[in-house]
């Protein structure tokens, strides 16, 4: 019950995150008189579906599943979260320097890194579904 919590907790944090990201991206831009592309338009989204929705699903996987069994569990769930707020904070300073119209040298390689977390964290989280998917099915 406790790890339904912790997603219940975290999918709280990204929802709150994903619309504030969406409203400081209205106004930073209209403060800013900014009409272009920039990272900040696509924040929002990334925070709710990586974040809240992909929390609200790691709750329901565990009611059903009971995915934190997994020793490994743990591990996965503190990649996940500083992979995903390396992603979305890279993803703010990229958009409020294109916004700004500042030059961040070498800043791709920050991004890339927690970009690649993100990704294999992503890949983890399935195969620890998959895994408490067969242990369910030999009970």
Known sequence: MMEMRKFWIMSLIYLI?????GVFYREFTVYHDFTGTTQLSVLHGHALALGFALMLFGLL???????????????????????????????????IAQVLAVELAGFNHVAGLFHTLLGISLVWFVLLIGRAVREGERV
């Open 61 to 95: 996987c565990e009611r059903v599943f009971e995915i934190t069994r997994n020793k490994r569990f743990d591990t996965w769930f503190i990649l996940y979260q500083v992979s995903l707020l390396g992603v979305l904070v890279s993803m703010l300073t990229r958009g």
């Open 17 to 21: 995150l994903g619309l504030t990201f």
